[in-house]
């Protein structure tokens, strides 16, 4: 069984933090880059970061503003996004994926995608 799981959201007030993890079951995630999404109430999903399977390459996109931070430990099949200064704006439900080569926007691309996690940020 080939699969995905996101943990580490929940609710917290502006300007707190949360971290989010992406664990790997079935697979090698080290061989994959993964790339985290996100969709907000009433609007299309979007793209947050990526990380290549060795970890040498990020990629954020500007909604991140400075405050998100992808890692990844390959030796416990799992990949990180530390989220700080978080805000109503960041509410949403974030998705991990893996592809077995570049990462990308591309979302058909991925190979596996976990189901979901919501982060809400409210006061």
């Known amino acids: 069984q080939l699969r995905l799981v996101e943990s580490g959201g929940g609710l917290v007030q502006p300007g707190e933090s949360l971290r989010l993890s992406c664990a790997a079951s079935?697979?090698?995630?080290?061989?994959?880059?993964v790339a985290w999404f996100r969709q907000a109430p009433g609007k299309e999903r979007e793209g947050v970061s990526w990380?290549?399977?060795?970890?040498?390459?990020?990629v954020y996109t500007d909604l991140t503003k400075g405050r998100f931070t992808v890692s990844r430990d390959n030796a416990k099949n799992t990949v990180y996004l530390q989220m700080n200064s978080l805000q109503p704006e960041d509410t949403a439900v974030y998705y991990c994926?893996?592809?077995?080569?570049?990462?990308?926007?591309?979302?058909?691309?991925?190979?596996?995608w976990g189901q979901g996690i919501q982060v809400t940020v409210s006061s």
């Open positions: 079935g697979f090698a995630l080290e061989t994959y880059g």
């Open positions: 994926a893996a592809v077995e080569g570049e990462p990308t926007w591309d979302e058909p691309g991925y190979d596996y």
């Open positions: 990380i290549r399977s060795t970890g040498t390459k990020i």
